[in-house]
């Protein structure tokens, strides 16, 4: 008859249930007090499991302070990749506001249809008092008109 552990363990991360058979990897990676065939009174000295315990312990900060370090450096790149993205978007959004003049000054309204020229109006008319709304009422040449204007009103 085998060995038995006596007890569930936990050793290097990974449960051991009791009642577990003995193998020669899990006699090495468990102490000998948790198996069924091993006298586990103490023998007054700090060798055999007290060290073993100890060398595990040790293997398992060690491997612990590893991953926390990787950790420490994965999120000092993020936190660059972060800065780098917000200066980006701060570049885009200071040139925004002139390119999107540009693009107004530049859209020929007569190219586009009907639906087109209302969704630029809804566009512009977002977060506008009422009475500073383009109007949408009228057909093509009227939106294309209202919209000419107020590429001019933008603009002076």
Do not use: C
Not at 27 to 32: E, Q
Not at 55 to 64: D, E, I, R, S
Not at 72 to 77: E, H, L, R, T, V
Not at 122 to 145: F, H, I, M, P, Q
Request: aromatic share 4%; hydrophobic share 40%; glycine share 8%.
């Amino acid at each position: 008859m085998s060995a038995k552990l006596k007890q569930s363990v936990i050793s290097g991360g990974k449960v051991y249930h009791a009642g577990t058979e003995a193998t020669a990897a899990l006699r090495k990676a468990i102490p000998a007090k948790f198996w069924d065939d091993i006298d586990p009174a103490p023998t007054g000295d700090d060798g055999g499991d007290l060290a073993e315990v100890r060398q595990m312990a040790a293997a398992q900060f060690a491997a612990y302070e590893e991953t926390i370090e990787g950790l420490n450096a994965q999120i000092d790149a993020l936190k660059a990749d972060n800065d780098d993205l917000r200066s980006q978007v701060a570049a885009l959004s200071s040139n925004g506001a002139d390119e999107s003049d540009e693009r107004s000054a530049t859209v020929d309204y007569d190219a586009l249809d009907v639906d087109a020229l209302k969704a630029e109006i809804d566009r512009r008319n977002e977060g506008r008092d009422d009475e500073a709304k383009v109007s949408k009422r009228g057909g093509k040449d009227t939106l294309v008109a209202a919209l000419r204007s107020d590429d001019e009103a933008a603009e002076s």
